[in-house]
């Protein structure tokens, strides 16, 4: 059974970092695309960052590019996403998902259809 496993929220002081893990069972990333996406209270669901496996590239939103960096373990079954210089604005409700597309294509990954999604994973930040 293909599942995904999110893991590694909690609380963290504004300024800290912290890092998310997607972690698969019955299948392996080779040949998927995972993405991060997050729900903060009140707002709809973003798509934060994704990473193909198929040829290792990545793709950030422009509002966390230069403090989120998405990576994946060699053994392609668990996905990293490193939140450095946490803000308020990251407070959410974290998800990954993975689908076999064979890139992030730019950011039209964060609005196409997936198919396995783990269970959310808290982060609040505190100030």
């Known amino acids: 059974e293909v599942q995904l496993q999110a893991s590694g929220g909690g609380s963290v002081q504004a300024g800290g970092s912290l890092t998310l893990s997607c972690t698969a069972s019955?299948?392996?990333?080779?040949?998927?695309?995972v993405t991060w996406f997050r729900q903060a209270p009140g707002k709809e669901r973003e798509g934060v960052s994704c990473?193909?496996?198929?040829?290792?590239?990545?793709k950030y939103a422009d509002s966390v590019k230069r403090r989120f960096t998405i990576t994946s373990d060699n053994a392609k079954t668990t996905v990293y996403l490193q939140i450095d210089s946490v803000e308020s604005e990251d407070t959410a409700v974290y998800y990954c998902?993975?689908?076999?597309?064979?890139?992030?294509?730019?950011?039209?990954?964060?609005?196409?259809?997936?198919?396995?999604w783990g269970h959310g994973t808290l982060v609040t930040v505190s100030s």
């Open positions: 990473f193909s496996a198929s040829d290792a590239t990545t």
């Open positions: 998902a993975a689908d076999t597309y064979r890139q992030c294509r730019e950011g039209l990954v964060f609005f196409l259809p997936f198919t396995h």
């Open positions: 019955g299948f392996t990333f080779d040949d998927y695309t």
